[in-house]
């Protein structure tokens, strides 16, 4: 069975960093393209990031040079370094697998419940 | 960016009722749109892909239509867990963009 479990966010100042986690079972992260999308409290979904199974990285221009999404292989893990946090960072941080439909790509079939991060002084 | 703009905003429906939402994109999105459905203090739940094919487990009575910058979730007979917001995403552009929601609400 898919599972993705978050862990890592809470509470934290402006201009701080954090690192969220995505643990995996039931499947082979580094063989996935992988994201992470958040919702601000009562927003619409927010694409933040894709890791491509090549390592190929895209980003949301919101957070282009701030995040950095990366995967560990032997933890099955995937991550989302976080710097220079700002009010606006503030959202619920969903991890998701793409849907592996041959050339059919980003879409999310399998998603995570959810971490959030509140960035408040 | 493509920007997609649901509506309604909100439906209010009774069950067995068809619900038709619609999604709008700013630009073509071609035919790489996805609908989810998002019900409170959950995840999101892939329903539809590539504007018609349905997601594994994804009952029948959901279907999705159109193309290029108009688009259509219908839900033929709505069932009591079909009350949810429901969001389109396209991926034919970067960046991955979701509309803003659709709330079907029992009435």
Redesign the interface.
Known sequence: EVQLVESGGGLIQPGESLRLSCAASGFIVSSYFMGW?RQAPGK????VS?LYSDGTT?Y??SVEGRFTISRDHSKNTLYLQMSSLRADDTAVY?C?RE?P?AG??????Y????TLVTVSS | EIVLTQSPATLSLSPGERATLSCRASQSARTYL?W?Q?KPG?????LI??VS?R??GIPARFSGSGSGTDFTLTISSLEPEDFAVY?C?Q?SN????????TKVEIK
């Not at chain 1, 059919?104 to 079939?109: K, V």
């Not at chain 1, 998603?111 to 959810?114: D, E, M």
């Open positions: 999308v619409r979904l927010e694409w894709t895209h949301a221009d969903y998701a849907l439909v059919t790509y980003h879409y999310f079939d998603w995570g419940q959810g | 996805a989810y998002q959950q995840a999101p739940r892939l892909y590539d094919n997601a594994a969001y995403q991926r970067w960046p991955l963009t979701f509309g803003g929601g």
